[in-house]
Nanobody
């Protein structure tokens, strides 16, 4: 499974970004897709996930600001990030859980300036 993430960049606090992650396999063969992030000196943490039937889960720190969604036809999952804060600065990684195997994308850097 190959994952191609994109959409990171530099944004001012309060701004928005949308991350995209396209997989090399059909989304309907994937149990769960999601986004994790890792800030400098910190552990990687869950941001949001979406299951094969569309159930979503969010970290408390992003609830109400971030939205995970998917386009099955494009084999792509998105993370819409609104009201960004400096503490959202991190490398964001796409993750796929498929058939008891775990796969990671290359990471995309999000920098929020205050």
């Amino acid at each position: 499974v190959q994952l191609q993430a994109s959409g990171g960049g530099l944004v001012q606090a309060g701004g928005s970004l949308r991350l995209s992650c396209t997989t090399s396999v059909a989304i309907n063969s994937i149990n769960t897709m999601g986004w994790y992030r890792q800030a400098p000196g910190e552990r990687r943490e869950l941001v949001a996930t979406i299951t094969s039937v569309g159930f979503t889960r969010y970290a408390d720190s992003v609830k109400g600001r971030f939205t995970i969604s998917r386009d099955i036809a494009k084999n792509t999952v998105y993370l819409r990030m609104n009201s960004l804060k400096s503490e959202d600065t991190a490398v964001y990684y796409c993750n796929v859980d498929r058939r008891h195997n775990n796969y990671w994308g290359q990471g995309t850097l999000v920098t929020v300036s205050s």
